[in-house]
């Protein structure tokens, strides 16, 4: 069935370091990969997404890049702040007609001052 | 352009009782998708609808769980009969379209306590 691993499940990196988040699918037909950081007790928010025709995509500090061969997709966040602290997840969307979203675990970033 | 809303944002209710959650998705947004979240686990898609449509129900459990989106007024998800394990955290997002790769925008959730 389709299902997305993310891993680590939580990161603590220093202020000014980079992390990196990464996450695999195993639905071939999944073409749409968003990621969302979610604060404590609060709504999912989008931050960036890529689609399959495209191998990297880079937002300021935020740059996402997916290997469909490999069916990997990784978020890296260069110059941690603290209030990168959250938890982020990652997606997959399975395409030809599709609807449905299948999110990884979660990962738990703390960013140290 | 007020976002996506849910009511109430937190409700308690005890064992056999009933459940109604509501979403009203973003102006122009005519397609709603409900997600269940679990203390610290990621989010699980439970139903895709669009205006008096349920396109994919697959997540949603086949008992006590029903979901619906009139033509008039918001999307209700209806847990009948709730148990302890029905307590989450419950998400739902909205697109304006039914395209795979539209950006979903999410409601601040209703908290679903079951005593």
């Known amino acids: 069935g389709e299902n997305v691993e993310q891993h680590p499940s939580t990161l603590s990196v220093q202020e000014g370091d980079s992390a990196v988040i990464k996450c695999t699918y195993s639905d071939s037909a999944s073409n749409y990969f968003p990621w969302y950081k979610q604060e404590l007790g609060k709504r999912p928010q989008l931050i960036i997404d890529?689609?399959?025709?495209?191998g990297e995509k880079k937002d300021q500090r935020i740059a996402v890049t997916l290997n469909k061969t490999a069916k990997h997709f990784s978020l890296h966040i260069t110059e941690t702040q603290p209030e990168d602290s959250a938890v982020y997840f990652c997606a997959a969307i399975l395409g030809a007609g599709g609807f449905k979203t299948i999110f990884g675990a979660g990962t738990r970033l703390f960013v140290k001052a | 352009n007020a976002g996506v809303m849910q009511n109430p944002r937190h409700l308690v209710r005890r064992r056999g009782q009933e459940a109604r959650l509501r979403c009203s998705p973003m102006k122009g947004h005519s397609h709603v998708y409900w997600y269940r979240q679990l203390p610290e686990e990621g989010l699980k898609f439970m139903v895709y609808?669009?205006?008096?449509?349920?396109?994919?129900e697959s997540g949603m459990p086949k008992e006590r769980f029903s979901a619906e989106f009139p033509k008039e007024g918001p999307s209700i998800l209806r847990i009948q009969q709730v148990v302890r394990g029905d307590s989450a955290a419950y998400f739902c997002?909205?697109?304006?379209?039914?395209?795979?790769?539209?950006?979903?925008?999410f409601g601040p959730g209703t908290r679903l306590t079951v005593l």
């Open positions: 890529i689609r399959s025709n495209v």
């Open positions: 609808l669009q205006k008096e449509n349920i396109i994919d």
């Open positions: 997002a909205s697109s304006p379209t039914g395209t795979v790769t539209d950006t979903q925008y």
